[in-house]
């Protein structure tokens, strides 16, 4: 069964900090997997899309990475802000139909000042 | 603007009513999809579309059902709303086809669906 675990479930830091949001997936075949940021009362935004052959991908502050051999991924924010307080959701999919794809949970990141 | 769309933003509504909830995209993309988000904030495909083509059909109760007019166009008609139906339901499209090796997907800003 194809599976996306984030971990953890929720951070709280302060503003300046850096984090590292992790995400383990089991999905096979495997095509690309994406980061999402969703703002409270939002609708997700992409970040980051990593294809087999990518390991690393930035966004500004936030800096994916991908492990295609252990199937993991994290995504890295350097330098936190308040407004990166939000929920973040790690996506795999198993072919280039982005419907076919598997979602994590999310991490409920809070940036305290 | 360059956008997913949805209407209305807030759905107030008693149990065994019927609710639509419109979804339109001007991105020129081919396959839209409906997604819901419980409590929990868990995000979970119900429906995909490609080309006014239902393609993806979860676990979803026949109450549910999908209607694209066109490929710009996902609609979203729900029968004898259940107290359980209360949710944020998102609208999301992307561009299919061969030769990618992804495709991205952009979402609508999601509609907070209540029932009494």
């Known amino acids: 069964k194809n599976q996306v675990e984030q971990s953890p479930q929720s951070l709280i830091i302060l503003e300046g900090k850096n984090c590292t949001l992790q995400?383990?997936?089991?999905?096979?075949?495997?095509?690309?997997l994406r980061w999402y940021k969703q703002d409270t009362g939002r609708g997700p935004v992409s970040l980051t899309i990593?294809?087999?052959?990518?390991n690393t991908k930035s966004n500004g502050r936030y800096t994916a990475t991908l492990d295609a051999d252990t199937k993991q991924s994290s995504l890295h924010i350097t330098a936190s802000q308040l407004s990166d307080s939000a929920s973040y959701i790690c996506?795999?999919?198993?072919?280039?139909?982005?419907?076919?794809?598997?979602f994590g949970d999310g991490t409920t990141l809070t940036v305290k000042p | 603007d360059t956008a997913v769309s949805q209407t209305p933003k807030y759905l107030v509504t008693q149990m065994g009513n019927d609710k639509s909830i419109k979804c339109e995209q001007n991105?020129?993309?081919?396959?839209m999809y409906w997604y819901k988000q419980d409590s929990k904030k868990f995000l979970k495909i119900m429906f995909s579309?490609?080309?006014?083509?239902?393609?993806i059909n979860e676990t979803v109760p026949n109450r549910f059902s999908p209607k694209s007019p066109d490929k710009a166009h996902l609609n979203l008609h729900i029968n004898s709303l259940e107290l359980g139906d209360s949710a944020v339901y998102f609208c999301?499209?992307?561009?299919?086809?061969?030769?990618?090796?992804?495709?991205?997907?952009?979402f609508g800003p999601g509609t907070r669906l209540t029932v009494l």
């Open positions: 999301a499209s992307s561009l299919a086809g061969s030769g990618r090796s992804y495709n991205e997907q952009f």
């Open positions: 995400c383990n997936y089991t999905v096979s075949p495997f095509s690309n």
């Open positions: 990593m294809t087999f052959s990518e």
């Open positions: 996506v795999v999919s198993g072919d280039t139909n982005a419907g076919k794809s598997t």
């Open positions: 991105l020129g993309h081919d396959t």
């Open positions: 579309y490609n080309n006014k083509e239902l393609i």
